[in-house]
Nanobody, 125 residues
Framework: EVQLVESGGGSVQAGGSLRLSCAVSRTTNKRFHMGWFRQAGGKEREGVASIDLDGVTNYIDAVKGRFTVSKDNDKNILYLQMNNLKPEDTAMYYC???????????????????WGQGTQVSVSS
């Protein structure tokens, strides 16, 4: 029903920027709550940011003021603009989607049914 394909990852030095994209393919006209997650080596996957159907965004404290989530509804693309990157941002980044995500559940991976394959972000000091 929904396929997600991430792109835009890479290797940058601390202080640099990257923009991740997530192309959304779907066989339905339904719109989805979208999220970005990341998983560093040996750690659990964590929610980073989300954007709901009305464009309301959420961020974890570690990325507030540095990351911006947005979406282009016409092109069905989700973005994550990452500025002032830090070595601790190094991780595999995933986009995720679900029809409804309520309240604080936006940061839980169990709240999303659809996932992309991930794109690697590496930040060197």
């Amino acid at each position: 029903e929904v396929q997600l394909v991430e792109s835009g990852g890479g290797s940058v030095q601390a202080g640099g920027s990257l923009r991740l994209s997530c192309a959304v393919s779907r066989t339905t006209n339904k719109r989805f709550h979208m999220g970005w997650f990341r998983q560093a080596g040996g750690k659990e996957r964590e929610g980073v940011a989300s954007i709901d159907l009305d464009g309301v965004t959420n961020y974890i404290d570690a990325v507030k003021g540095r990351f911006t989530v947005s979406k282009d509804n016409d092109k069905n693309i989700l973005y994550l603009q990452m500025n002032n990157l830090k070595p601790e941002d190094t991780a595999m980044y995933y986009c995720a989607a679900n029809l409804y995500v309520f309240g604080d559940r936006w940061s839980l991976d169990s709240a999303y049914a659809y996932w992309g394959q991930g794109t690697q972000v590496s930040v060197s000091s």
